[in-house]
């Protein structure tokens, strides 16, 4: 798996040189205070995993070094305000920006250049879209796109809602680095959605493509069952199926308990030793067809196990796949999600986004988790970090202000306010 090994910054808001070694355990916290940089470390790695580097013509920065476990390394350097010098393993690459401006301007007649091109980034973003013109601009940069680097997600302080483009499309539209535009009167329209809505639609889907992914093994087992049942000649012992039959139950409960509509058996078929082979045959089967829902159980079981251990008041989580998710009061009432408390929300938000949108092996940057969050909390957050890191297999950067976070957690911090040279 390739990680980050170090970050070495020089003369970041042309003023502090940072050395930052990412911990052997996953799980790195920066802290400091306000105006150190944090959130801005934490977008420099997630650009450079998007190959987004006019993101650095736009930031104030002498020179960025990055390490990775496979000895490779990864320079770049500031030049002239606006151009950028990028080294891959002693390989040198310049990138002329004042150019690239130039062919934005031929491609889009409306683009009046920046006076300053050291603001190029704002001034993009105010007239067509940052996201847009970045899409645009990469295209002109392939010959850079060839090192390796590990994926990368960051989970903003902004979680709550989440920016989604508006698609609509109208005459004398022109097509420009695969988005169609217009001489627009201001930056295209931005549409936003509450994420805990989305996030109940998204663990709707997981649970309903497992469910159906469990229907299609059963449908292959079921079929060549009177073939494997003649052709096999391996029996089970009386022990060892009620033992296995004892672990099926409890994972039929776990998968009841979450809406997944699997057959409950109470008790197992009764042993014969006539009947051991059949019975071998068929306790595979079974244990094969629940292998579907494995990885989905563990998660949902650490999803439910953490929030369940905040104590949301008078209310508790329900998951199932005709909702994916949902609360119930004391009372037995439904509440709409956007009925919880921006602590509850940000909490469940956190949560979701880690345990089902990080993909494995993927460095996840978290910027300020104590938002909204209660002290108590906050304490509890790094521990459930190790055991989501443990069970995902993800790596985690968290930037925070609060010593409730760090909590017992020292030997993970860097503090950039005590780091600076």
């Known amino acids: 798996m390739l990680k980050l090994e170090r970050l070495v910054i020089k003369k970041l808001f042309g003023t502090f040189d940072y050395t930052i070694d990412f911990k052997p355990d996953d799980?790195?916290?920066?802290?400091?205070?306000n105006g150190y940089g944090k959130t801005t470390i934490l977008r420099i790695l997630y650009e450079l995993a998007q190959r987004n580097f006019f993101y650095f013509v736009g930031l104030n920065f002498q020179k960025i070094e990055i390490y990775l476990t496979n000895e490779q390394s990864i320079v770049i350097e500031k030049q002239n305000g606006t151009n950028l010098c990028i080294t891959v393993d002693g390989k040198r690459y310049s990138a002329n920006f004042e150019n690239i401006?130039?062919?934005?301007?031929?491609?889009?007649?409306?683009?009046?250049?920046?006076?300053?091109?050291?603001?190029?980034?704002?001034?993009?973003?105010?007239?067509?879209?940052?996201?847009?013109?970045?899409?645009?601009v990469n295209l002109q940069i392939d010959t850079i796109r060839e090192f390796q680097f590990p994926n990368i997600d960051l989970i903003r302080e902004q979680r709550l809602l989440r920016k989604i483009e508006n698609k609509k499309d109208s005459n004398g539209r022109r097509k420009i680095g695969g988005?169609?535009?217009?001489?627009?009167?201001?930056k295209p329209k931005l549409i936003f959605e509450e994420t805990l809505d989305k996030y109940a639609n998204v663990l709707k889907k997981i649970i309903v493509k497992a469910d159906s992914e469990y229907a299609e093994k059963s449908r292959e087992l079921d079929s060549?069952?009177?073939?494997?049942?003649?052709?096999?000649?391996?029996?089970?012992?009386?022990?060892?199926?009620?033992?296995?039959?004892?672990?099926?139950?409890?994972?039929?409960?776990?998968?009841?308990?979450?809406?997944l509509s699997?057959?409950?058996?109470?008790?197992?078929?009764?042993?014969?030793?006539?009947?051991?082979?059949?019975?071998?045959?068929?306790?595979?089967?079974?244990?094969e067809k629940l292998r579907v829902f494995e990885s989905l159980l563990k998660t949902l079981n650490l999803f439910s196990e953490i929030l369940n251990s905040r104590e949301f008041p008078h209310k508790n989580i329900t998951i199932s796949k005709e909702y994916g998710l949902k609360f119930v009061t004391d009372n037995s009432d439904w509440l709409e999600l956007s009925d919880l408390s921006s602590g509850e929300q940000h909490e469940i938000v956190l949560l979701f986004d880690l345990l089902f949108q990080a993909?494995?092996?993927?460095?996840?940057?978290?910027?300020?988790?104590?938002?909204?969050?209660?002290?108590?909390?906050?304490?509890a957050f790094l521990a459930d970090m190790l055991k989501i890191i443990e069970l995902r297999k993800i790596s985690v950067m968290v930037a925070t202000h609060s010593p409730q976070i760090v909590n017992d957690f020292w030997e993970n911090v860097i503090d950039l306010g005590g780091d600076v040279t």
Request: charged residues 25%; hydrophobic residues 35%.
């Open 359 to 379: 993909d494995k092996h993927r460095l996840v940057l978290i910027d300020e988790p104590e938002i909204s969050l209660h002290i108590v909390w906050q304490k």
């Open 262 to 287: 699997v057959m409950y058996e109470e008790n197992p078929p009764d042993f014969d030793p006539v009947n051991a082979k059949a019975l071998y045959v068929y306790i595979n089967d079974v244990e």
């Open 101 to 136: 401006l130039k062919q934005i301007h031929n491609d889009i007649p409306f683009f009046q250049k920046p006076g300053n091109t050291q603001n190029i980034a704002a001034k993009l973003n105010n007239i067509l879209g940052f996201e847009y013109i970045i899409k645009y």
């Open 224 to 259: 060549s069952y009177p073939r494997r049942l003649l052709e096999s000649k391996n029996e089970i012992s009386e022990h060892d199926f009620k033992t296995r039959f004892d672990k099926i139950k409890e994972t039929q409960r776990l998968l009841q308990k979450y809406g």
């Open 27 to 33: 799980l790195t916290v920066l802290i400091s205070p």
């Open 179 to 186: 988005t169609y535009w217009k001489q627009p009167q201001s």
